[in-house]
């Protein structure tokens, strides 16, 4: 079981990024997938998720309009494609997955499996 991030780098004020979360099988049938991040000196947030089907997907506020999380089933995949980034958005980035039945959650502590994040740094 694991989870495996990739595409972070350094990227200038409304540049953008796209983000991979490649998954093993097991993991990714997961009903639900999620980005995480974590800045320095602060706790670990919600960034965004998505059910297995597609269809149903959640955004932290702050993201909201920029931010965009999709997932191939087929390659058992799952992207985050980060679109006018700010210096507020420097931070490592984790997916995870959670086996919830409903909804997509926002609570790190609902999410049962985690990779081990790639930095994502905007420079100003």
């Known amino acids: 079981v694991q989870l495996q991030a990739s595409g972070g780098g350094l990227v200038q004020t409304g540049g953008s990024l796209r983000l991979a979360c490649a998954a093993s099988?097991?993991?990714?049938?997961?009903?639900?997938m999620g980005w995480f991040r974590q800045a320095p000196g602060k706790e670990r947030e919600f960034v965004a998720g998505?059910?297995?089907?597609?269809?149903?997907?959640n955004y932290a506020d702050s993201v909201k309009g920029r931010f965009t999380i999709s997932r191939d089933n087929a390659k058992n995949t799952m992207y985050l494609q980060m679109n006018s980034l700010k210096p507020e958005d420097t931070a490592v980035y984790y997916c995870a997955a959670s086996s919830a039945v409903v909804g997509v959650p926002m609570g790190w502590n609902d999410y049962n499996y985690w990779g081990q994040g790639t930095l994502v740094t905007v420079s100003s």
């Open positions: 099988g097991r993991t990714f049938r997961s009903s639900v």
């Open positions: 998505i059910r297995r089907s597609g269809g149903s997907t």
